[in-house]
Nanobody, 112 residues
Framework: QVQLLESGGGLVQAGGSLRLSCRAT????????MGWYRQALGKKREMVAV???????TYAASVKGRFIITKDNAKNTVDLQMNSAKPEDTAVYYC??????WGQGIQVTVYS
């Protein structure tokens, strides 16, 4: 059974940095893509950043240049380095594997 274990969320001051990590366990399925989505209160879930097995990255326009997504294929992990955080980055962040499996979500709160 696939599980996505997220860690690293919490509080960060505006302008600061935070690193989210996600590890996929219990899977023999080929991982084609891993990434992060987020959902702010009262809003729809949106893509933040995804990375393919080949290393191709895609970022939302709102985070491009501030966030960096990386992966470790051997460990089945994907990290999201959040820099220059803004209050509008406040949301529950979800890790995804192949857009099929999802983590439980982790809260990130950016305060000014």
């Amino acid at each position: 059974q696939v599980q996505l274990l997220e860690s690293g969320g919490g509080l960060v001051q505006a302008g600061g940095s935070l690193r989210l990590s996600c590890r996929a366990t219990g899977t023999d399925t080929r991982i084609n893509v891993m990434g992060w989505y987020r959902q702010a209160l009262g809003k729809k879930r949106e893509m933040v950043a995804v990375i393919s097995s080949g290393g191709t990255t895609t970022y939302a326009a709102s985070v491009k240049g501030r966030f960096i997504i990386t992966k470790d294929n051997a460990k089945n992990t994907v990290d999201l380095q959040m820099n220059s955080a803004k209050p509008e980055d406040t949301a529950v962040y979800y890790c995804t594997m192949n857009y099929v499996h999802w983590g439980q979500g982790i809260q990130v709160t950016v305060y000014s």
